[in-house]
């Protein structure tokens, strides 16, 4: 087991996590592209065998309920995605679901979810799925589940793994194991939102940065919220976004929690956490704050004064 990693920078080059705060939501049905096309701001009709897809799950206000991830697995669809967001997601996505041929079923038991990076998972992925994808959200699917390649600089991985795999997996003792955060940190670091009881509802997709992580389809037509992130998009009204930031100290803090920004003397409220982790002497967190919002930006907990965060450079473009 890996452990005493003191910050970002020294994070191991191989490594290995199980992500047990995952829910698999399955969705089967011969109407199930058809009806979850109506549902998310994902274009459900690329999804395929090789290629997964980042999408959102929202009110009709175009409020989120959920972020996940959609692969496709034996004629089936899986929605992966934090089993806070999936409690208050999965009966709104159910909902219209009795008009459809489709049914949905919490499959969470019946799978494992893992997330790593390195030649030795590379290896063992080979060894499960014959092929190791290397695009971003590029899939290989097999009866031992799904692995799905993610970032374009340094590739990680996400498995998803039946019974089988999980057998598969468990033999390979070679693999060097980690805790959760290392995941959680590159996730946050990779600008990748999520929603947690605190956070359900309170931002449209454009506020975690959605559209530029290629989680929304602008061109594929009506569904849940959509009229909202249209409006949101082409009359340019949203005045927040997701940021990175990250303070040299390990605090306990949670998604939901408020940060301040200083104006003049005062501070005044300045953002909501998304997601957050304490990595040995630093904490990391995505948080939704203005949008004009400059790097090396100084932010503190409105319930730790004495904490200071810094806003880091984000790896994609909000332009």
């Known amino acids: 087991m890996i ?15 199980r992500l047990d705060d995952l829910q698999i939501l399955k ?8 009806y979850l096309q109506g549902q998310v701001t994902a274009d459900m009709t690329t999804l395929s065998p090789n290629e997964a897809l980042l999408g959102c799950h929202c009110d009709f206000k175009g409020k989120a309920w959920n972020i996940f991830y959609a692969l496709e697995h034996d004629e089936s669809v899986l929605f992966v995605s934090h089993k806070e967001g999936a409690a208050k997601s999965t009966p709104e996505l159910k909902k219209y679901g009795v008009f459809a041929k489709v049914e949905f079923s919490d499959d969470t038991a019946a799978w494992a979810c893992f997330g790593g990076q390195g030649a030795t998972l590379e290896s ?41 795999g999980q057998a598969a997996l468990a033999s390979h003792n070679e693999l060097p ?44 037509g009506c569904y849940m919220g959509q009229e909202v992130v249209a409006r ?15 303070a040299e100290d390990a605090i306990d803090l949670q998604p939901g929690d408020t940060l301040e920004i200083p ?16 990595l040995g002497r630093e904490t990391w967190l995505l948080a939704v704050v203005a949008n004009d919002t400059e790097v090396n930006t100084n932010m503190r907990l409105k319930d730790q004064p004495n904490t200071v965060f810094t806003v880091q450079s984000l790896p994609y473009s909000l332009e």
């Open 124 to 164: 063992v992925i080979s060894q499960l799925f014959t092929d190791v994808p290397s695009k971003d959200r590029q899939t290989v699917s097999n009866d031992n589940g799904v692995v799905m390649a993610l970032g374009s600089q340094k590739t990680r991985f996400m498995l998803v793994l039946t019974a089988q």
């Open 263 to 278: 104006v003049g003397e005062n501070w005044r409220r300045g953002g909501t956490v998304l997601r957050c982790a304490t």
């Open 232 to 246: 949101t998009k082409f009359l340019g009204k949203n005045k927040r976004a997701a940021f990175v930031l990250k």
């Open 177 to 220: 194991y980690a805790p959760s955060t290392l995941w959680e940190v590159q996730d946050i670091k990779a600008g990748i939102a999520q929603i947690r009881t605190a956070t359900s509802n309170e931002f449209v997709p454009q506020m975690m940065n959605l559209q530029a992580v290629n989680a929304i389809s602008f061109s594929k």
């Open 3 to 17: 452990n005493n990693i003191d910050t970002a920078s020294t994070l191991p080059a191989d490594f290995i996590c």
């Open 27 to 34: 969705v089967t049905g011969e109407e199930r592209i058809k």
